[in-house]
């Protein structure tokens, strides 16, 4: 059975930092995409973050503050997030991507299975 289990989410202060931890089961993390997403209250969920076949990407919001990685000997990739901000405040999901053109890493609708999704809120 594919699962993928997200944790790691926080309170933290502005300026601060988190990372989340997306552990894989029933498939190896280094034969498929991984994505991070989010999504804030009242709003639709977004890309954050993606990597695949040694290639990562990043939504502009969070370029330059997070990473992505991946550890194939713990079927886990992890999404390392400093200088969080207010605005990065929401549920963060890890999914997992068969196949698609790395153009269209943003879009949800490639992503066949998810994570449950783990609370991050940035606040003083």
């Known amino acids: 059975e594919v699962q993928l289990q997200a944790s790691g989410g926080g309170l933290v202060q502005p300026g601060g930092s988190l990372r989340l931890s997306c552990t894989a089961s029933?498939?190896?993390?280094?034969?498929?995409?991984i994505g991070w997403f989010r999504q804030a209250p009242g709003k639709e969920r977004e890309g954050v973050s993606f990597?695949?076949?040694?290639?990562?990407f990043y939504a502009d919001a969070v370029k330059g503050r997070f990473t992505i990685s991946r550890d194939n000997a713990k079927n886990t990739v992890y999404l390392q997030m400093n200088s969080l901000k207010p605005e990065d405040t929401a549920v963060y999901y890890c999914?997992?991507?068969?196949?698609?053109?790395?153009?269209?890493?943003?879009?949800?609708?490639?992503?066949?299975?998810w994570g449950q999704g783990t609370q991050v809120t940035v606040s003083s």
């Open positions: 999914a997992r991507a068969p196949r698609l053109p790395f153009s269209l890493w943003r879009a949800p609708s490639y992503y066949t299975s």
């Open positions: 029933g498939f190896a993390v280094d034969d498929y995409g």
């Open positions: 990597i695949n076949v040694g290639r990562k």
